[in-house]
């Protein structure tokens, strides 16, 4: 079985470390991006399983980032928010996780990449 591709969108480069390192811990492989401008590339060169976007990012952003992953990646889109998400979802392969611990975040992108066969 391949190992499924995580691509981090975030601004905060300690952040992304420590999500890579995590996630890769995991087994995941790992793409990071610090704009979200190189999306559709990253989307076109790896076999994305989940689009995660960071705490860093606004809430227009976050929107703008979902907006574009589901345009150029067939794969669910998870928002990290540090509190409650200010928005109700309109799109079912969008997900918020809004919890601090490394073991929740894990377990929320474990569920999500649990219910997909890419």
Not at 10 to 17: E, G, K, M
Not at 41 to 68: F, M, N, W
Request: charged content about 30%.
């Amino acid at each position: 079985m391949d190992k499924k591709t995580v691509l981090v969108v975030s601004r905060h480069p300690h952040l992304s470390d420590v999500r890579k390192k995590v996630l890769e811990q995991a087994g995941y492989e790992v793409v990071s991006i610090s704009e979200p401008e190189p999306l559709e590339k990253s989307c076109q060169d790896h076999k994305i399983s989940l689009v995660l976007v960071g705490y860093s990012l606004t809430p227009a952003e976050k929107r703008r980032v979902a907006a574009e992953a589901m345009k150029f990646c067939a794969c669910p889109i998870l928002e990290l928010w540090d509190r409650e998400p200010p928005r109700v979802r309109i799109d079912n392969r969008i997900f918020d996780h809004y919890s601090l611990t490394a073991e929740d975040f894990l377990d929320t992108v474990n569920t999500i990449l649990s219910g997909i066969s890419r």
